[in-house]
């Protein structure tokens, strides 16, 4: 009991001591030191409540946290994971639509096995905040200060089926570009116009699609290209046929005959080949060349004007032989020239003036004359009956 006393004496007395000793001092002293006292224990109770509050969110994501741009900052993971479901998976997961013109081909993306990973990016989203230090955190909070940090989004899926997927559209879409020929089985042309093909750029499609996948687009369109014929409509506008049978030049746009005009062919001796040609080269006021042939050895090139045997337009096959005027009108209608297609000089400045280089030229051969019948025998005349009676009658 008396040391009960005695203790008690003390601490009261210390006391005193204390608020004598603070009466005594200076009083800027006391003020600082109480100014101190007091800012240490406001520190400490900052501190302290930071702490609190860290600790008590250490189950939400931390404020200014985004995924794939979508905020999940102060959610729960349960709560960023069903938004991020609804807002993010739900969009992607619907089928895509390719399309081309009125065609229409649907991905379904379950069949490429597309799937998102959203714990994954939840998880991933929270360490981004709860990851750092507890002095960063607090002082983050403390000034109101977010993380700005996107988690990526995690998708997967089966390349080798969406590739699948994309050959099967160019299956259905391609189709091979016909170019324009001409049919000369009945002697005249006919003509089977050239058409566009198409092709899909399977891997620009495919670059599309996969560029799409993690966006809400659905509707895309199907990336091509056009095929263009070797040979076009524009190129076989005019068609040359020369019947050597008729000695006649027959001038077609398309399959309609615009003109014909009697011509001179090859004799003999140097026949008009027959064939399928056309025309490389077109010269007016050619001048003549000797060609390597045995019958034009001692000749010497011709220039343009009188006695040209060219005349003033020259439009060749190959080989030395082509269509031409010629000053020897007379010798239209025969086979007399060295290979040569002769015309008059008005018919071949038509012919010059509508064909260009590539018109195609048909030269068909002349047909064979049908075999002569053989005579047919001379009937036997029928066995007549007899009349009775009769068989010994005189003439009258």
């Known amino acids: 009991m008396k040391n009960q006393t005695t203790s008690s004496k003390g601490i009261f ?9 603070l009466r005594r001092a200076n009083r800027k002293r006391v003020v600082l030191f109480l100014s101190a006292a007091l800012l240490v224990v406001m520190i400490f109770g ?3 409540a930071l702490l609190i509050i860290d600790f008590t969110q250490r189950g939400k994501i931390f404020p200014g946290i985004t995924i794939d ?13 069903s938004y991020i479901a609804s807002s993010l998976v739900a969009p992607i997961s619907e089928p895509m639509v390719l399309y081309y013109d009125d065609e229409e081909f649907i991905l379904d993306l379950s069949s490429i096995d597309l799937t998102v990973d959203v714990d994954s990016m939840v998880d991933q989203a929270h360490r981004e905040g ?10 983050r909070r403390l000034l109101n200060k977010p993380i700005r940090v996107d988690v990526p989004l995690t998708m997967s899926y089966d390349e080798a089926k969406l590739e699948e997927f994309v050959v099967e559209v160019a299956r259905n879409l391609n189709y091979a570009s016909r170019s324009a020929g001409i049919d000369m089985s009945e002697g005249h042309p006919i003509v089977s116009y050239s058409r566009d093909g198409l092709e899909v750029q399977q891997g620009d499609t495919l670059r599309s699609i996969t560029s799409a996948l993690p966006t809400d687009k659905r509707k895309l369109p199907v990336v091509t290209e056009v095929l263009k014929p070797e040979i076009s409509d524009e190129e076989i506008k005019y068609i040359v046929v020369v019947k050597q049978g008729e000695h006649t030049l027959f001038l077609y746009e398309g399959e309609t005959l615009e003109g014909s005009f009697p011509v001179a062919l090859g004799s003999p001796e140097y026949p008009t080949p027959n064939g399928k040609f056309y025309i490389i080269k ?9 060609p390597k042939s045995e019958w034009a050895k001692d000749e010497e090139p011709i220039p343009p004007g009188p006695g040209n045997p060219l005349g003033p337009y020259w439009m060749a096959i190959g080989d030395g032989i082509g269509i031409h005027a010629t000053p020897d009108a007379a010798s239209l209608g025969y086979s007399v020239s060295h290979g040569c297609i002769r015309m008059s000089e008005w018919g071949a400045q038509q012919l010059f003036n509508k064909v260009k280089v590539g018109t195609p030229i048909y030269i068909i051969a002349a047909p064979e004359p049908p075999p002569t019948p053989e005579p047919e025998p001379a009937p036997v005349p029928e066995p007549q009956e007899s009349v009775p009676g009769t068989e010994d009658a005189p003439v009258q």
């Open 46 to 48: 900052l501190l302290l």
């Open 69 to 81: 741009g979508r905020q999940v900052g102060g959610m729960s993971r349960e709560e960023a994971a």
């Open 13 to 21: 007395g210390g006391f005193r001591g204390f608020c004598l000793n």
């Open 130 to 139: 709860m990851g750092r230090n507890v002095l960063e955190r607090m002082s």
């Open 282 to 290: 077109k010269e007016k006021d050619p001048t003549w060349y000797p």
